[in-house]
Structure formats: C-alpha cells, structure tokens
C-alpha cells in the first residue's frame, strides 16, 4: 500500500492544551486522523463511521485492510449506537471492565462502515479509561476507530515520541499523554456467544474475567481449553518485530527474587537502583544466578561465533547489576542494557516492553535477549507479544517489507533537564591529513546521529564533541589540499576550518577519549603521562580492547593499518579517507559507549 506524508509536520498537542484538543476533535469529526494516548497504548483514530477517514488510518499504518480495526467511546452510552446487540454477557462484562484495558467483540449495528470492521458482522468496542483518551473522546462524541498507533509490523508506541517516530508527516495531529500505564494492547474478548473467548490476552485476564462472572469458563483462544475458535484476524499478522532478533531468556520456574530493599520498581525504563548483592540471602543470590546465567552464557556464545555482535538485553536491575559485577570489559563494550525495574515484576516488564524494543533498535543492536516470565495473570499477555517480537522471521506477512531501523527525531536537546557533554580526540603527527580527515568524518556522524542521551540517565541529554591534535604538529597550517578534496569528494564537506595545533597536556585532560591513528602514537602518549592511560587507544588498540578482534586468512590477528597518502596521487589520498571512514562506522558504537552516550 503506498504510503504518502500528507502533512509538512505532525502537530503535537499538549494533554493541558484545551483548545488543541478540541481543534483535534474537530478535525478527526471532518475526516482526519489523530494520534491519542490510552492507557495501554496509543491509538491512530478516525471517525468510525466514514469509511474514506478508515482507509486514511490503513494508509498511515501501511496496515492490510482486512484486519478489523477497534471502536473507542468516550461514554457508556455511545455502545447502543454501535452494537445491534448487547448480551447479557457483555453487559456483564461492560459493567464490570470499562472504562480500562478490554475490547469487547459484539454484533455491529449498520452505522458503523464496514471499513472500520474489515467486512466483519462484529465490532470491538473499547472505553479507555486514560483521562486524557476520555477528554479527547468526550469531545467528539462521535465513535472512533482506533488501532494501535505504529507503522505496521512495529512495536506499538507507549509514548508519543515514538508515535511522532512512525507517523511524523502521516497524520495531523498527536495529542501527548504521558507514557501509557500498561505497555501492551487491551484483552480483546469475544461475547456474541455465552462464554467469553479471550481473542487477544491483555492487562484484564482471565483470571479477573472468571472472577466476576463466578466461572472458570472463559477460553483463551489458542489455548489448551479452545477447540474451534477463530482466532482475532489481527493475530495472524507480524506484529512488535524490532529490526533485531529477539531471544526470550526463561525465567527458572518459580523464582522470585525479594531483595533487601533491591530494586524500585515503578516500571519505568531505566529507572532503578543497582542491588546491593551482598544483602541477598545464598537462596535469594542462587536464584539470580540462575536467571542470570542464560544472559551470559548466550551473550558469550553469540560474541565467540560474532566478535563484532551488538547485545540488547531486556532484562531487570539485578542482572545488570551482575552484570556490572562480573566486569568483563569485553561483554559490556557490546551490550546495551534496556532495565524494566525488578527483574521479577512483569507489569514493569510489559510497561516497557515496547518501547524497550525500540530503544535497543536504535543502539543497533543485532540481537535482543529479553527476560521471559512463566504464569497465568500478565505473562500471558507479556509472553504472547515477546514472543511475537521473537518469531518475526516466521510470521513475515507475505508482501510486507521488512522494518526499517526506526528514523531519528530531531528533539531539541533543550527537551532535557540535565545536559552532559563529552569528547573525542584524534591525534597524529602533524595534524593536517590524517586526524583531520578522522575529525570531519566523525562530526559528520556525531551530526547524523544526534540526539544522543546520558546511558545512565535516561532524561539527561547528552553532546558529544570532536577535535584532534598533532605530535610534532606546527599550529595554524591549513589541512592538506588532497585530503581536503577527498573528505569533501566523501561527504560533500571539506576539512573547512580544521586548522593544525600541537597536542598538550591541556588538550589531553579536555577530552574523554583520546584515539591515535598508529599505534606508537597511543604509546608515546601513554609514556609521557601514564596518569591518563585509561583513555588513550590507537584505533588498533580500541578495536581490541573491545573485542573487536580481526584475524587474516592465517589466523593472525590484523591490525588497523592506515597509509600515509602525503606525496602519493589524489587515488591514495580517497582510499585513505574511505579506510578511515569505514573503521570509523565500526567504531562509532563502542565510542558512544566509551563515552556515555546512548542514541534516542
Ligand atoms: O489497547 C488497544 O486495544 C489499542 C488501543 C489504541 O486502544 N488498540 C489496538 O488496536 O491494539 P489494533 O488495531 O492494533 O488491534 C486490534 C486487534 C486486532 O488484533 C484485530 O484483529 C482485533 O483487535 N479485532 C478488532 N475487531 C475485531 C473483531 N470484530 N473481531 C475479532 N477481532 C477483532
Ligand atoms: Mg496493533
């Protein structure tokens, strides 16, 4: 389906901006789609009953038009409208579960367009119970279909970032809410017959259905108890598949983890407190161990068959923090961590889950292990999209292109509170080729792949900046005319106000990462002041300092070797521009980490 951005920009509304909100309601009533927040996750709406607004919520997504989309109300009251009947089931269940995290599958009525249900007899009907969701809902009065606001094949966006990430240009408006509470989509439930089908699982489970209508009847299609059910269309469709692969690590069956004051556990990505190992009990340390274990063992087998892997882990507080125990400098250089909060709380785990994937996609990340859980309530629902995320490969719908890595958005970077910096040197003899050609490469990338956030503190920005020095380097020189051209001939931007400069003690203490392109360089420095060795590398060395371990067709280890091009013809000097570059993008990864940085 072809794709077309309608709009220069997406609007991005406030959840307090009371007169965006109303222009939204407007707009969605004359055929437009707005993106809104729920509680679960956010929604792509239109006007239900126009079916020319639907197919504009097909385009946007790049979704197959025979699966049916949902119907969002802002009031009790609209569902009579929708629906030709209400089992007494239903009603059951409308009064026990809405407004929040359900869809209730009941017999359409004729004002809904068939668009919106994909031809179906049936509609699902959903009442969010987001207070910003109600608002904006209450406003139009009108029922609007909604599904979940990513492109097609992403992970569903829990954060308006991610859904201006999918649809900046696609639609006309995004009203902000917040991050959404669950994470995952509504249970989705069946209720034409007398017993409910749960067709998607979700936050409600079956557990809380049985509860209230007194029964242990209520079938999760799929499941052991199903016979015949169809199952919701949506399901046949990949779905949540970050560019990576994802890896489910299973929990031990029966562990919980309680310790000492070990983790705080509000759920949000990042946010944690590292355990204090020393407080856990030999039971409470054994368990972790075995939870830990798989990440290790499976993060060094990928790492001995790949050295040049990058390891996303989706995984709880205590395991980085073993992970930050065990130290291995080799490991950390090629992972990223992405912390739920406890590693036993899987309403943490499902709230981030999402967002999580696309986190660690954007780090660039080969693979994903993420932390599996056993159990009925949430697990479900938790297990069935992980385990979407990890059969991509499977479920790839026939004619869809595969994801694309997620495009950057340019936030200000006055969006953070804090604001750390940090920088990188290159340095060589004489400061007018080589480092030269090595800093414009790299600002060239710092730029493309701005902004960047502190890896630690995920609300602090992060800018990183780029010099370079010579030995025995003259100041002042202007950049070699050859090396000016083919760094220009590269990325249509030349060595412009490069100018050489000696390196000095000073310049050394300014920068966090000092990077040399011949190894006796690194060592020169390091012999002059053996107080800043922890970051002084020469290309070779930072390679293999973080496994980045090359061997020639005789199992020798290579290293970076980089020709002097000055008195050679304008062809050496574009080869050695190129060689640089290209070990530049190998490194870029490991430099951010060295340095602190995360992309966003
Ligand atoms: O939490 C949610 O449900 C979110 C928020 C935005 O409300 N919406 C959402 O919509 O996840 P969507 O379109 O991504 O997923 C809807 C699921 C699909 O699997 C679809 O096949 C199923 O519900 N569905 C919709 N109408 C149905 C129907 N009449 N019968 C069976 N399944 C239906
Ligand atoms: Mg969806």
């Not at 109300?73 to 089931?89: A, F, W, Y």
């Not at 097609?152 to 959404?180: F, H, N, Q």
């Not at 020189?477 to 050489?500: C, H, N, R, W, Y």
Request: with cysteine; proline share 6%; glycine share 8%.
């Amino acid at each position: 389906m072809e794709r077309a951005k309608i709009y220069k920009k997406t609007l991005l509304i406030e959840s307090t901006d009371k007169n965006g909100i109303k222009d939204c309601a407007e707009h969605l009533k004359n055929g437009e789609v707005i993106g809104f927040p729920t509680e679960t996750v956010y929604g792509l709406g239109c006007d239900a009953r126009n079916g020319e607004a639907v197919k504009k919520v097909f385009e946007a997504k790049g979704r197959p038009a025979d699966n049916p989309l949902i119907c969002h109300i802002g009031d009790k009251s609209q569902i009579k409208d929708i629906v030709s009947e209400i089992t007494p089931l239903a009603q059951k269940l409308i009064d026990s579960f809405m407004p929040g995290p359900i869809t209730l599958v009941m017999k359409k009525s004729d004002s809904i367009a068939d668009e919106t249900t994909a031809g179906l007899d049936t509609v699902g009907v959903r009442m969010p119970s987001h207070p910003v969701a109600n608002k904006f809902l209450k406003e139009a009065g009108i029922p609007v279909a909604a599904p979940s606001a990513n492109l097609s094949g992403r992970p569903s966006p829990t954060s308006s970032r991610s859904v201006l990430e999918d649809m900046d240009g696609y639609i006309y408006a995004i009203i902000d809410g917040g991050d959404s509470e669950y994470g995952l989509e509504s249970t989705v439930v069946d209720c034409t017959g007398t017993t409910p089908v749960i067709l998607r699982p979700g936050a409600v489970t079956k557990a809380d259905i049985d509860a209230v209508l007194n029964s242990d009847e209520t079938v999760i299609a799929g499941g052991l108890a199903d016979k015949e059910t169809p199952r919701s269309p949506g399901m046949k469709y990949r779905h949540y598949a970050p560019y990576a692969q994802v890896e489910i690590m299973q929990m031990p069956e029966g562990v919980e983890i309680i310790g000492d004051n070990a983790i705080a556990t509000d759920g949000k990505i990042g946010e944690y407190e590292p355990v204090d190992l020393k407080k856990l009990s030999d039971d409470e340390a054994k368990e972790l161990v075995n939870i830990v274990s798989p990440f290790i063992l499976r993060s060094r087998e990928i790492l001995s068959k790949n050295p040049f892997a990058r390891i996303g882990i989706y995984c709880g507080g205590e395991i980085k923090a073993m992970y930050d125990k065990l130290n291995d400098k080799i490991l950390s250089a090629h992972t990223e961590f992405c912390v739920y909060g406890k590693t036993v709380d899987v309403a943490g785990a499902s709230h981030g889950l999402f967002e999580g994937l696309r986190f660690l996609d954007v780090q660039e990340v080969d693979v994903i292990l993420a932390q599996g859980f056993y159990g009925e309530g949430l697990s479900v629902a938790y297990m069935n999209r992980l385990g979407k995320a990890a059969g991509k490969k499977e479920e790839l719908t026939p004619g869809m292109p595969a994801p694309a890595r997620p495009a950057r958005m340019p936030l200000p970077i006055d969006a953070f509170k804090d604001t750390f910096t940090a920088s990188v040197l290159f340095v060589d003899d004489n400061n007018i080729s080589l480092s030269a050609c090595c800093e414009a490469l790299m600002r060239r990338k710092i730029e493309k792949n701005e902004p960047y956030i502190s890896s630690d503190t995920k609300d602090a920005g992060f800018e990183i900046y780029c010099e370079s020095a010579g030995l025995t380097a003259m100041s002042g020189l202007e950049p070699d005319p050859q090396m000016d051209k083919a760094v220009k001939e590269l990325t249509g931007f030349g060595l412009g106000s490069i100018e050489s400069r000696r390196a000095d003690p000073a310049i050394y203490d300014e920068n966090d990462l000092i990077l040399t392109v011949r190894d006796e360089q690194a060592f020169q420095i390091v012999k002059a002041f053996p107080e800043i060795k922890e970051k002084v590398f020469s290309l070779s060395t930072f390679a293999a300092a973080n496994g980045l371990v090359m061997k020639d067709s005789s199992g020798k280890v290579m290293s970076i070797s980089v020709p002097d091009p000055s008195g050679e013809n304008y062809e050496t000097y574009l080869h050695t521009a190129k060689a640089l570059g290209a070990w530049l993008d190998l490194l870029f990864p490991y430099i951010l980490k060295d340095l602190g940085a995360s992309r966003i």
